[in-house]
């Protein structure tokens, strides 16, 4: 089965440091990855994901992440964060079930940034 | 362009009352997904249509769960009757086609609250 776990579901940086968020995964097929984030009272955005190809991701925000296989990660990092990067954050893998694929995500992540 | 619509935004109602969520998606999508988001967890796939037809309901518990996408368009999805545990965010989301390297886009959801 396929499955994600979303290392601290929250984290707390301070405005324009790094922001660190980790994911890894579990698949038995090859992983696509995926990075949503949600604001307060809003659905889901997506800022990035891997299918194939190149391992590090570029998304939107300022946001990228690097597919890992030796380590199964899929972390989201973003050089200097902006109070405008306060949400919760998502990692999702695809899902092979009954013959249909889907997303599986995480628990999820909230980052909270401090001026 | 307009995103996913969705009606209501909150309601509340006692358990064992029935109620109703509505979900407009974006023009032209032909795949629609309702997703059930517990308090600080991820979203899970209920339901997944390619227009009319639901390819994937294995997670809708369908004794008292029921949805509908009529025309290819706008999807209803219904609890009747509603129990405690269904106090949750129902959130919609819509993609140009049903394989997850598609982006899925959500609406804002409609939260429910079962006393």
């Known amino acids: 089965a396929q499955s994600v776990t979303q290392l601290g579901s929250h984290v707390s940086v301070s405005e324009g440091a790094l922001v660190l968020l980790r994911c890894n995964y579990s698949s038995s097929v090859p992983p696509y990855l995926f990075w949503y984030v949600q604001y307060p009272n809003q659905g889901l955005q997506l800022l990035l994901k891997y299918t194939t190809g190149a391992t590090l991701v570029k998304g939107i925000n300022g946001f990228e992440a690097e597919f890992k296989k030796s380590e199964t990660s899929f972390h989201l990092t973003k050089p200097s964060a902006h109070m405008s990067d306060a949400a919760e954050y998502f990692c999702a893998v695809r899902a092979l079930r009954g013959g249909s694929e889907k997303l599986v995500f995480g628990k999820g992540t909230k980052l909270t940034v401090n001026p | 362009e307009a995103g996913v619509v969705q009606s209501p935004r909150y309601k509340i109602i006692e358990k064992k009352q029935p109620v109703a969520f509505w979900c407009n998606p974006i023009s032209g999508h032909n795949t629609l997904y309702w997703y059930r988001q517990n308090l600080g967890q991820g979203p899970e796939l209920l339901i997944r249509y390619e227009n009319e037809e639901a390819v994937d309901d294995s997670q809708l518990p369908k004794d008292r769960f029921s949805a509908e996408r009529l025309k290819g368009v706008d999807s209803t999805l219904k609890i009747q009757p509603a129990e405690l545990g269904d106090s949750a965010v129902y959130l919609c989301?819509?993609?140009?086609?049903?394989?997850?390297?598609?982006?899925?886009?959500f609406g804002p959801g409609t939260r429910l609250t079962v006393t």
């Open positions: 989301a819509s993609s140009l086609e049903g394989a997850v390297s598609y982006e899925q886009y």
